[in-house]
């Protein structure tokens, strides 16, 4: 008989299976602040997650042109090229897969507006892990 763990969280509870269904994905994270990029970096390296990163919009409309990752998180709020541009430049170069905005300003996206951005989600600063890895396991 195979049984679920269940992982309380502030969330609610979450079945491990989710949890450990994100090992062995790619995960572009794009931020231009390095403190959010190591926090992300250990929380989806636990789950065995393979992160590469970007800091700034350029480079992740490159690197995810570029890569075969599963999911892209992505800062609003960045130099030479900010989120909702990069997003805009990717899907209007047919990019398809996942792109999940990360803020530390919720004023700054409402529901309409991801959507219209071309964001798949949305996340707030600061991240919660069990909601990122949820996330992402949904998404992909």
Known sequence: MVRSLQIPSRMGTVAFESLNSIRGKKVL??????????????????????????????????????????????DLCMPVLNGQSA???????????????????????????IEEIGFDECLFKPVNRIKLVTLISELT
Do not use: W
Not at 40 to 57: I, K, S
């Open 29 to 74: 994270v794009v931020d231009d602040n390095s403190e959010s990029r190591q926090f992300l970096n250990r929380v989806l390296d636990l789950f065995g997650c393979e992160v590469d990163f970007a800091t700034n919009g350029a480079e992740a409309v490159e690197q995810a042109l570029a890569g075969d990752h599963d999911v892209v998180l992505m």
């Open 87 to 113: 997003t805009k430049q990717l899907r209007d170069a047919g990019y398809t897969r996942p792109i999940v905005g990360v803020t530390a300003e919720a004023k700054l996206v409402n529901a309409e507006d």
